[in-house]
């Protein structure tokens, strides 16, 4: 008997490949998702439309029906864990790396920021003097339905997303570098010189983390996971390879990101400092999950998709790509003269180079020529 299967969400990235991977497996499979988007080409599952944010919302249309499995990527999972609490028997939730200590607020951190390599068991946001809000928001979700599993509510296993991206991404990261390129643009700015590491998952290796929970639900049980690509870009080297996409070069010039904030918010969430990486190796030595596609190859997909589908202000209306390119060629204007400036009024050469190590020219007992 094929397993009854409520998927909350489905029409963003990560969607559609979840809705597949139950299809795939035989399961029943209804989405519950407001119905303020119907993208084309979803896999034929039933819709269910109401707002999970909110419990008396999912009431009115859920009633009494119950679910084998439910699987949560979308609302306030609080009350979805509240609300399924007898509803189903396994709940698989959908979180996010802002439950770790300093990826929120990293000045609050010591040492600064998050943990560099993030295993589930790092110190999360609750372990600072002041926990920032929306971190303690989603850390709290988390808790909230793992301890409703811990007394027997359901079977429940939490997936923490790093940045997502695909097609139908809810932010457009990409864009940034197509858009640029499509107007013939020369040259573009990253902050810092690009040098960020931000932990990424595809989304259709986010989509088979949990169908690898899907697959293995005792093993899961009561468990955490990150996700995220077996292969990691720095922000230049991310930006370089969707430009090598394009089939077009471009010139990276780095500012520092004090001075150049709007283009830090084309390439990271609002609340999100460098540097941002995970551990994601417990899902793989647990469940065995691996990656289904390589980041160059959904970086193809995710690039194709943007130039078919350019995004618009509607259809993403908190995208914050400004894309002012008199403002871009100022500040390197600027920025230019500040390093002449730096230059002139306090003049610094670096002393030259050598290897520590000995590397005698003549067999000897005692130091090299460089007192080595």
């Given at each position: 008997?094929?397993?009854?299967?409520l998927?909350?969400g489905?029409?963003?990235?990560t969607?559609?490949?979840?809705?597949?991977?139950l299809l795939d497996r035989?399961?029943?499979?209804?989405?519950?998702?407001?119905?303020?988007?119907e993208?084309?080409?979803?896999?034929?599952?039933?819709?269910?439309?109401?707002?999970?944010h909110?419990?008396?919302?999912l009431e009115?249309?859920?009633?009494?029906q119950?679910?084998?499995?439910?699987?949560?990527?979308?609302?306030r999972?609080?009350v979805?864990?509240?609300?399924?609490?007898?509803r189903?028997?396994?709940?698989?939730?959908?979180?996010?790396?802002p439950?770790?200590?300093?990826?929120i607020?990293?000045?609050?951190?010591?040492p600064?920021?998050?943990?560099?390599?993030?295993?589930e068991?790092?110190?999360?946001?609750?372990?600072?003097?002041?926990?920032?809000k929306?971190?303690?928001?989603i850390?709290?979700a988390?808790?909230?339905?793992?301890?409703?599993?811990?007394?027997g509510?359901?079977?429940?296993?939490?997936v923490?997303?790093?940045?997502?991206?695909?097609?139908?991404?809810?932010?457009p990261?990409?864009?940034a570098?197509v858009?640029?390129?499509?107007?013939?643009?020369?040259?573009m700015?990253?902050p810092?010189?690009?040098?960020?590491v931000?932990?990424r998952c595809a989304?259709?290796?986010a989509?088979?983390?949990i169908?690898a929970i899907?697959?293995?639900?005792?093993?899961?049980?009561?468990?955490s996971?990150?996700?995220?690509?077996d292969?990691?870009?720095?922000?230049?080297?991310?930006?370089e390879?969707?430009?090598?996409?394009?089939?077009?070069?471009?010139?990276?010039?780095?500012?520092?990101?004090?001075?150049a904030p709007?283009?830090?918010?084309?390439?990271?969430a609002p609340?999100?400092?460098?540097?941002?990486m995970?551990?994601?190796?417990?899902?793989?030595?647990?469940?065995g999950?691996?990656?289904?596609?390589?980041?160059?190859?959904?970086?193809a997909?995710?690039?194709?998709?943007?130039?078919?589908?350019?995004?618009t202000p509607?259809?993403y209306?908190?995208?914050?790509?400004?894309?002012?390119?008199e403002?871009?060629?100022?500040?390197?204007?600027?920025?230019?003269?500040?390093?002449?400036?730096?230059?002139a009024?306090?003049?610094?050469?670096?002393?030259?180079?050598?290897h520590?190590?000995?590397?005698p020219?003549v067999p000897?007992?005692?130091?090299?020529?460089?007192g080595?």
């Amino acid at each position: 008997m094929s397993k009854k299967t409520l998927v909350i969400g489905g029409t963003g990235p990560t969607g559609p490949h979840i809705l597949q991977g139950l299809l795939d497996r035989g399961h029943d499979v209804s989405m519950l998702h407001r119905g303020a988007h119907e993208p084309p080409a979803l896999p034929d599952v039933k819709h269910i439309h109401a707002d999970p944010h909110f419990a008396e919302t999912l009431e009115e249309v859920v009633g009494d029906q119950e679910w084998d499995l439910v699987v949560a990527t979308y609302g306030r999972m609080r009350v979805t864990g509240e609300f399924f609490a007898g509803r189903t028997a396994q709940l698989i939730c959908v979180g996010g790396v802002p439950v770790y200590r300093g990826f929120i607020e990293p000045q609050g951190s010591k040492p600064w920021g998050m943990k560099i390599n993030a295993r589930e068991d790092s110190p999360l946001a609750d372990t600072v003097a002041v926990p920032a809000k929306f971190a303690m928001q989603i850390l709290s979700a988390e808790r909230s339905v793992m301890e409703r599993a811990a007394h027997g509510a359901y079977m429940a296993s939490y997936v923490r997303y790093p940045q997502i991206y695909g097609p139908r991404n809810i932010v457009p990261w990409e864009w940034a570098v197509v858009k640029r390129i499509q107007d013939g643009r020369r040259y573009m700015i990253l902050p810092d010189d690009g040098l960020w590491v931000i932990f990424r998952c595809a989304a259709r290796n986010a989509a088979a983390g949990i169908m690898a929970i899907v697959d293995h639900p005792d093993a899961a049980n009561g468990e955490s996971y990150n996700v995220a690509d077996d292969d990691q870009f720095t922000l230049r080297q991310w930006a370089e390879v969707v430009a090598d996409i394009c089939g077009t070069p471009l010139e990276f010039i780095g500012i520092p990101s004090l001075i150049a904030p709007s283009a830090v918010n084309e390439f990271l969430a609002p609340a999100s400092r460098p540097h941002m990486m995970v551990d994601a190796s417990k899902i793989r030595t647990q469940l065995g999950h691996r990656d289904v596609v390589t980041a160059y190859e959904a970086l193809a997909e995710t690039v194709e998709w943007l130039r078919a589908n350019p995004p618009t202000p509607e259809a993403y209306p908190m995208y914050t790509g400004k894309f002012d390119y008199e403002l871009e060629d100022r500040q390197v204007a600027a920025y230019a003269k500040a390093v002449e400036l730096c230059q002139a009024e306090a003049p610094d050469v670096a002393p030259p180079l050598a290897h520590p190590m000995p590397h005698p020219k003549v067999p000897s007992l005692t130091s090299d020529e460089r007192g080595r």
